[in-house]
């Protein structure tokens, strides 16, 4: 008996060691930030529609699905072998708002190989997300009920449908170990409900922006963050718009001026720009405006590129 009593309290130590072990380990993992996507409406053979990752512990949350996301996706974990990346390893979806170069990717993250998959995708946003889910499994229905009704092995017959969950306040949406995920509204032309988030993990403050005027919310949520992702429309392109487009951008983006503003106010350790809207301006001059009003470290993000 005493024999046992010492034994299981070996036992009890190896596993309290190798527990231990495993949350230091984890708890310094090291977050990425893997920008899937840095376009707008506009199309741009070199840039994918809006979609941004953090990746932390392996474990990718992906922010908006733009056309061409999913490719990006998959290029990142196989040619930049962030695994959490690949298709069947997306477990965790965020809109910021249902615009369509915000979520034309999404019927292919739902449909790309969802019968290897062990989990449901949850997919977070705003009213309107379980209606357009609805749309996909519709467009998908006889895909879906083939592979169902016949003999191809499915690993989870839940995975070819989302796990949705629809938000409209301000606040802690997720908390998922070491990973907080906040929603905060933010002003976007007619939307009633588009959203920007704030990401925390062990080593980071993340804030994305998604498409959003100055916005003074945005603007507290911000203070203190390692890296602001944030929208942008370059000033010399905008001016140059007929009136009536200048009157739309300046109600649902930021101009490259009012975010040198929003840099000036809240300091981040990195300001990455993405989603530019440059129209006949070089794409550089967003960049250039801001750097001249703003001595902070700004980058202008491609496809692709890791923070």
């Known amino acids: 008996m005493h024999k046992s009593v010492k034994t299981s309290g070996i036992v009890s130590a190896v596993l309290f060691a190798c527990i231990a072990m495993f949350d230091a380990q984890t708890a310094q993992a090291e977050t990425k930030i893997v920008m899937l996507g840095t376009g707008t409406p506009v199309p741009d053979a070199d840039r994918a529609g809006a979609g941004i990752a953090v990746v932390y512990n392996d474990e990718a949350y992906v922010f908006d699905i733009g056309g061409r996301v999913v490719?990006?996706?998959?290029?990142?974990?196989?040619?930049?072998?962030?695994s959490g990346l690949y298709p069947t390893k997306i477990d965790h979806l965020f809109l910021t708002h249902l615009h369509s170069d915000h979520v034309l990717d999404y019927p292919e993250l739902i449909a790309t190989y969802w019968w290897r998959r062990d989990n449901q995708i949850k997919v977070f946003g705003p009213f309107g997300t379980k209606a357009m889910s609805e749309g996909v499994y519709e467009m998908l229905a006889d895909d879906t009920q083939t592979r169902l009704g016949g003999n191809q092995p499915v690993v989870n017959r839940d995975a070819a449908y989302a796990d949705v969950t629809e938000f409209s306040d301000d606040g802690v949406i997720l908390k998922?170990?070491?990973?907080?995920v906040e929603a905060f509204a933010v002003t976007h032309g007619n939307w009633d409900n588009a959203f920007a988030y704030r990401v925390t993990t062990p080593d980071r403050i993340i804030v994305i922006s998604g498409d959003t005027t100055y916005n003074e919310k945005l603007r507290e949520v911000a203070r203190g963050a390692d890296v602001l992702l944030h929208e942008a429309i370059s000033h010399e392109g905008w001016s140059g718009l007929p009136e009536n487009w200048q009157a739309y951008h300046a109600s649902a983006h930021t101009l490259s001026t009012d975010l040198a503003k929003l840099a000036n106010e809240t300091r981040p350790d990195l300001l990455v720009l993405y989603h530019?809207?440059?129209?006949?301006?070089?794409?550089?001059s967003t960049l250039n405006e801001i750097t001249e009003r703003y001595d902070g470290k700004v980058v202008l993000a491609n496809d692709l590129d890791v923070f």
């Open 71 to 82: 490719q990006n996706a998959i290029a990142a974990a196989q040619k930049k072998n962030i």
């Open 276 to 284: 530019v809207l440059h129209y006949t301006a070089p794409i550089e």
């Open 176 to 180: 998922d170990g070491y990973v907080t």
